[in-house]
């Protein structure tokens, strides 16, 4: 038989437990953090370079920005072109069947940006780099490394990284490089004078699989500022 007293009991019971369910819903548990991806292992030290490149850190390069084989997005273009969207930050380099190879870019940033038709004249290993006078006369602090000066020794710290794919348009050179020692953070971002730059690990292997004097094409810029440059005024 229910008398008053369990039925008040019951009621002091049921009032708790909907105030419990009131708590938890004003204060919801947040879902565990998504698990950061393994980068492949082709992002690892490389030991066998005259300097020595180490590992990309593990979570800092979207995984979208992995060197990865796709579906070609540019099937009008000759096999074996570069082509360089800056405002998705990926050099394609366009293969065969339809497929072609993606790379994560940094590109040059506002005033810098430029776009246009050159050719991949030729390429260095671990090249020196020789600043421009243009840009010295920003920077008078680089005036150690100038032409006239023989410019930064190969290495660690130097900007160019462990290659450079020098870039001339009708016989002229550009000033422009697609080159390695993009800090992992800056990839696919417009922070670079102009060059294109990937990971020395991209680098590399862009370096073994592009022809000489393929056609590289910059895409027009849909966030240009109206600044960008024709391709001879550009610089490093």
Same mark, same amino acid.
């Given at each position: 038989?229910?008398?008053? +007293?369990?039925?008040?009991s019951?009621?002091s019971?049921?009032l708790?437990?909907?105030?419990?369910q009131?708590?938890?819903?004003?204060?919801?548990?947040?879902?565990?953090?998504?698990?950061?991806?393994?980068?492949?292992?082709?992002?690892g030290?490389i030991?066998?370079?005259?300097?020595?490149?180490?590992?990309?850190?593990?979570?800092?390069?979207?995984?979208?920005? #992995?060197?990865?084989?796709v579906?070609?997005?540019?099937?009008?273009?000759?096999?074996?072109?570069?082509?360089?969207?800056?405002?998705?930050?990926?050099?394609?380099?366009?293969?065969?069947?339809g +497929?072609?190879? *993606?790379?994560?870019?940094?590109?040059?940033?506002?005033? &810098?940006? #430029?776009?246009?038709t050159? +050719?991949?004249? &030729?390429?260095?290993?671990?090249? *020196? #780099? =020789?600043?421009?006078?243009?840009?010295?006369?920003?920077?008078?602090?680089?005036?150690? &490394?100038?032409? @006239?000066?023989g410019?930064m020794?190969?290495g660690?710290?130097?900007?160019l990284?462990?290659? @450079?794919?020098?870039?001339?348009?009708?016989?002229?050179?550009?000033?422009?490089?697609?080159?390695g020692?993009?800090?992992?953070?800056?990839?696919? =971002?417009?922070?670079?004078?102009?060059?294109?730059?990937?990971?020395?690990?991209d680098v590399?292997?862009?370096? =073994? +699989?592009? *022809?000489?004097?393929?056609?590289? *094409?910059?895409?027009?810029?849909?966030?240009?500022?109206?600044?960008?440059?024709?391709?001879?005024?550009?610089?490093?």
């Amino acid at each position: 038989m229910i008398t008053r +007293r369990t039925f008040a009991s019951a009621g002091s019971v049921a009032l708790l437990a909907a105030c419990a369910q009131q708590g938890s819903q004003q204060t919801p548990v947040a879902p565990p953090p998504e698990p950061i991806p393994l980068l492949p292992a082709h992002y690892g030290a490389i030991t066998d370079e005259p300097y020595p490149i180490p590992a990309v850190p593990e979570g800092v390069v979207p995984e979208r920005l #992995w060197r990865q084989e796709v579906e070609n997005p540019y099937p009008g273009e000759t096999e074996g072109s570069l082509i360089i969207d800056p405002d998705a930050g990926y050099l394609h380099l366009v293969g065969k069947d339809g +497929r072609a190879m *993606r790379y994560g870019a940094g590109t040059g940033a506002a005033a &810098f940006e #430029w776009s246009g038709t050159a +050719r991949m004249q &030729f390429r260095r290993d671990w090249p *020196r #780099w =020789k600043v421009p006078a243009s840009m010295i006369a920003r920077r008078p602090e680089l005036e150690p &490394f100038s032409v @006239a000066n023989g410019g930064m020794p190969p290495g660690p710290g130097n900007p160019l990284g462990a290659r @450079a794919l020098y870039l001339f348009q009708d016989g002229v050179d550009t000033l422009y490089r697609i080159h390695g020692a993009c800090e992992p953070e800056h990839l696919g =971002k417009p922070v670079s004078s102009g060059c294109i730059r990937l990971l020395d690990h991209d680098v590399i292997d862009l370096d =073994k +699989r592009v *022809r000489h004097g393929v056609s590289v *094409r910059v895409l027009t810029s849909a966030k240009s500022t109206g600044q960008a440059s024709a391709l001879p005024t550009a610089e490093m």
